[in-house]
């Protein structure tokens, strides 16, 4: 580490002199290469800091618990930043359950802030690539979520969360996931999700916005699901978003759970959401499935407004099962009909 640490000076050859000036005085960017331990540069890193990743591979598990930190890799691709699980997984992080974890404060209840991922692919991990729970103001950018049991990137009781540019793929439960959170503010722009059950899983938590993604080849595109709990589901904006051939077959794995599949985006109790201007094409199922279609509003989802949306070859564009009350579905576009 101390050679790691030493190498601070190195960033301007490194990643450039104009994002050494924009630092704050007291910043320091921090070189960690393949072979090296990320999570002791985490450790060693202030407020402020940058953890600089090279292309290569790392077998870690990372913990970040200080506010305003920056772990940055040069890519989510498979010549860029590799993070996979070491051999003998550490104690940190849950026994290592994800290959970067944010964690707030679990004994006095505050968050962690402020903090950054980019640049990283996580590959092959127990629940998730990249997780944060108990954190504010997270920024989950340009990464890849690959392959994990649960998650491909997921936030717990995090609020302020933005998931921008990345891509999940291969997970067993959910590519992008949000949830347990009240007013989380989230923002999930311009990603990418596939070969997942679900491609967005939005459990349990209210407010935010899904702008300009791609979710296709999932059992689900979008899941929006309330359960009994103190946070009601809801409050999002869904919009201008690409959710195609959502086809994939997912039996259920627990009692009494249904089996899913040929759905775009599933409201399952879910309430207040705005769901308007998205290109919603070919999901669709053979299968004996309790529900399923292009826009599926169930478990007494409620005033949700379904507008503007193009709905293409859905098996059916919308489908409810009339438990909920106030839902507004009005000017879609849909082929062959509504």
């Known amino acids: 580490m101390e050679r790691t640490l030493l190498r601070v000076m190195l960033v301007v050859g490194i990643i450039g002199a104009s994002f050494a000036v924009a630092l704050p005085a007291s910043a320091q960017v921090i070189v960690v290469l393949p072979g090296e331990s990320i999570h002791q540069a985490v450790k060693a890193a202030q407020p402020g800091d940058t953890i600089q990743l090279t292309a290569g591979v790392y077998e870690d598990v990372v913990a970040v618990k200080t506010n305003d930190i920056t772990i940055q890799g040069v890519g989510s691709d498979t010549n860029g930043t590799i993070l996979r699980p070491p051999a003998t997984l550490p104690g940190r992080c849950f026994r290592g359950i994800a290959g970067i974890c944010v964690l707030g404060n679990f004994q006095d209840g505050t968050p962690v802030d402020g903090v950054t991922i980019t640049g990283v692919r996580a590959e092959g991990f127990i629940a998730a690539g990249i997780i944060s729970i108990l954190t504010a103001n997270t920024t989950f950018e340009g990464n890849a979520g690959i392959g994990s049991q649960e998650y491909g990137l997921a936030a ?4 302020g969360v933005t998931m921008r540019n990345n891509i999940a793929s291969g997970n067993g439960l959910a590519g992008f ?7 989380a503010r989230a923002v999930v722009e311009g990603n990418e999700s596939f070969d997942n059950t679900f491609g967005l899983f939005l459990r349990d938590v209210s407010l935010g916005g899904v702008t300009g993604n791609q979710f296709h080849d999932n059992c689900i595109g979008i899941l929006n699901l309330d359960t009994p709990g103190p946070v009601r589901a809801g409050r999002f904006t869904i919009a201008e978003n690409t959710i195609e051939h959502n086809n994939a077959f ?23 959401n705005t769901i308007q201007d998205n290109v919603i094409a070919r999901n669709r199922t053979s299968r004996d499935i309790p529900f399923h279609g292009g826009v599926v509003l169930v478990e007494h989802a409620s005033n949700n407004t379904v507008t503007g949306n193009t709905l293409v070859r859905n098996r059916p564009n919308i489908f409810t099962d ?10 879609n576009t849909c082929t062959p009909g509504c």
């Open 156 to 159: 717990f009781e995090s609020t």
């Open 177 to 183: 996931y949000i949830g347990d959170t009240r007013r």
């Open 250 to 272: 997912c039996r259920g794995q627990g009692r009494g759970e249904p089996s899913t599949g040929g759905s775009g985006i599933v409201i399952l109790g879910g309430r207040g």
């Open 322 to 331: 009339g438990s909920g009350s106030g839902n507004q579905v009005s000017g």
